[in-house]
């Protein structure tokens, strides 16, 4: 028995589709039927059944008429809704894009065609990737596939659930400040964010230029790693895309990290036990644990929520009803079809985002705001090197604890804010870091183990992680 198709592997249905054992339109096709089932998670803003037939077909068609097929040729992959993909709408989550159609498409799901992937739909985020939960979405919240009460983790909640919940074989979401490892965490599947620099943002709507980067889920690390190694890579397109270096080979024995100011007050028992147990995992594999510290971490989410939301209140004074999506009905001059079109099209996060933002650049206030949060995030990126001058990874918990329950933080942003207080800090200095399930809750819930590296040492944290993996699966194991 091999199982149905949306339980297979990236590897085990490209090696069947090529032999012939199945074709892309029939995996294709159990995954569409999936997400018809399963609507009651949310995960999903749109879908494109259409287009997924057509593009299994075309594969279908290349396999029997002797074609070689692409690496990804028929996986089903779902997409952030702040990602483009041209001919499909593209919402960011918010009511102020409903409807908008992208004039072009991103590199990265050119890159993913191009390899054969076959996308099926336009997975539900927090409006503008703003939020770590999913509950910011103009489409309704998603809920976690292990128990529908919870959030999924946010802001690529959507995705996180299409490929823990078997809709999607992997998929894209983005990563500003942990939206793709904490909910990678939260649902119990690998997430990956790579380091600044090593995806294109081309095509990928803009919160926080300086701190995004599209990521990858999926259910194991080797999915993850087969769809990371067809997006990665220079694009003319993104003046922030790099050539990437040669991979420094992976040593036999690694030397991992563990920050002592990542296990202190504030981490739930069971998060604290099950990392422990990754660390000892490792241990078991020959590789050594040591401590370290990262003495500048108790400033991060302050620096990483002023730059955040600076670079946001400028990247969304775009959204004016003149250029993109909606625009209000009721107009009596310029100014205040500006401002009816603002208030009508975004959702609170957004609005009390863009307010903090504008006012840390305000005239007086941006030097002793913006200006110092700046000088912090070099600290911290200071730390990291220094740790990494004797240590080849770092390993952390991605949250502090696990799924909270839908609307129980809602009226609490910085209880919210605090969800991300171990993954800000690898966007504020450009690192690689990648979520990995590493046990459960008393409650059977998932956890998330973050293994950090050094720039463009994705190939090292990936391998960090298999060794936890092969330890601590989860995959199967969600509710029904």
Not at 268 to 275: E, F, H, L
Not at 381 to 407: K, M, N, Q
């Amino acid at each position: 028995m091999i199982g149905p198709p949306t339980h297979w592997s990236v590897a085990q249905t490209v090696d069947r589709i090529r032999r012939g054992v199945v074709s892309a339109l029939e995996v294709t096709e159990a995954h569409l039927a999936r997400i018809e089932s399963r609507q009651h998670l949310n995960a999903f803003i749109s879908t494109t059944p259409d287009e997924a037939r057509t593009t299994a077909a075309s594969i279908d068609a290349a396999r029997a008429g002797g074609e070689s097929l692409g690496p990804l040729a028929g996986v089903p992959i779902a997409i952030k809704d702040n990602i483009l993909v041209s001919g499909v709408p593209c919402t960011c989550g918010s009511r102020i894009l409903r409807g908008w159609m992208p004039p072009y498409e991103a590199t990265v799901t050119e890159r993913l065609r191009r390899a054969g992937a076959v996308i099926v739909g336009k997975a539900n985020c927090d409006e503008f990737a703003m939020g770590s939960s999913t509950e910011n979405s103009a489409y309704g919240p998603s809920r976690n596939p292990h128990d529908p009460t919870r959030i999924p983790g946010g802001s690529s909640g959507g995705s996180a659930v299409a490929v823990a919940d078997f809709q999607s074989m992997a998929a894209l979401g983005s990563d500003t400040g942990g939206s793709v490892r904490q909910p990678a965490g939260h649902c119990g599947i690998v997430g990956l964010k790579p380091t600044y620099g090593a995806v294109s943002r081309w095509g990928l709507v803009a919160f926080a230029s300086s701190l995004d980067q599209i990521g990858v889920f999926g259910r194991t690390v080797a999915d993850t790693k087969s769809v990371f190694d067809v997006i990665r890579g220079h694009d003319p397109h993104d003046s922030t895309s790099m050539l990437l270096p040669p991979e420094r080979p992976i040593p036999e024995r690694l030397t991992v990290g563990m920050p002592r100011e990542c296990f202190g007050d504030g981490l739930d028992a069971d998060v604290r036990t099950a990392v422990k147990g990754a660390a000892d995992a490792l241990r078991q594999a020959g590789h050594s644990i040591v401590e370290v510290s990262l003495p500048h971490s108790q400033y991060t989410i302050a620096a990483y929520y002023i730059i955040c939301t600076a670079e946001a209140s400028s990247n969304l004074a775009r959204y004016d009803g003149v250029k993109y999506g909606h625009r209000t009905d009721t107009v009596d001059d310029l100014f205040s079809m500006y401002r009816r079109t603002r208030a009508e099209g975004f959702g609170a996060e957004v609005k009390r985002r863009i307010l903090l933002g504008t006012y840390v650049l305000s005239a007086g206030y941006y030097e002793a705001y913006y200006g110092t949060a700046q000088k912090v995030r070099a600290r911290i990126a200071g730390d990291f090197a220094r740790a990494f001058e004797t240590v080849d990874c770092l390993l952390t918990p991605t949250s502090p604890t696990v799924a909270f329950r839908l609307g129980e933080k809602v009226d609490d942003p910085l209880a919210m804010y605090l969800s991300d207080i171990y993954t800000t800090s690898i966007n504020l200095a450009g690192l690689p870091g990648v979520s990995v399930p590493c046990g459960t809750s008393s409650a059977g819930l998932p956890i998330g183990a973050q293994i950090i590296g050094r720039p463009f040492e994705e190939h090292i944290i990936l391998a960090t992680a298999e060794v936890i993996e092969r330890t601590t699966s989860l995959v199967g194991k969600q509710g029904a």
